[in-house]
C-alpha cells in the first residue's frame, strides 16, 4: 500500500537499507549544491565567467540529483516488493563522474587565483 506520492505507508526492510540509501543521494545532492554555491560565489567574487558558468550547471546537477532521489523512493519499495533489482549502475555513473569533474574544475579555480 503506497500514500500520496507513491511513499509506502510502511517500510519493506526492518533494516531501512533503502531509507539509509536514499538519506545517502540526499546528502550527495545536497553535498553538490553547496559545493557549488560556494564555488559560484568565489567565481562571482573574482569575475571568472567559466567557472561561473560551471558551478551553475552543477547547481542543476545537484537540483536533479536531489530530484532523482525524490523520486526513485517510493519505486525503489515497489520494485523491492517484486524481488527485481534496485541497481541503477547508470546513476551513479553520472553522479560519479559529475563529482570527479566538479572536484576537477575546484582544483582548477584553486589554481587559477593562486597563480
Known amino acids: 500500500m503506497t500514500r500520496r506520492g507513491g511513499w509506502p505507508e510502511e517500510v519493506f526492510d ?3 537499507q533503502q531509507e ?3 538519506l545517502a543521494w540526499d546528502r550527495t545532492g545536497v553535498a553538490i549544491l553547496v ?3 560556494v564555488m559560484l560565489r568565489d567565481a562571482v567574487v573574482n ?3 567559466v567557472f561561473i ?3 551553475s550547471a552543477f547547481i542543476g546537477v545537484g537540483a536533479v540529483v536531489l530530484v532523482v532521489a525524490y523520486l526513485r ?3 525503489l519499495h515497489a520494485t523491492l516488493r517484486r524481488a527485481g533489482t534496485v541497481a541503477e549502475p547508470i546513476l551513479v555513473r553520472v553522479v560519479g563522474t559529475a ?3 566538479f572536484n576537477a574544475l575546484a582544483l582548477g579555480l584553486i589554481v587559477w587565483e593562486t597563480a
Open 14 to 16: 526492518p533494516g531501512l
Open 20 to 22: 539509509r540509501t536514499a
Open 35 to 37: 559545493a557549488a554555491a
Open 47 to 49: 569575475g571568472l565567467v
Open 53 to 55: 558558468a560551471v558551478a
Open 73 to 75: 523512493y517510493g519505486a
Open 99 to 101: 563529482t570527479v569533474a
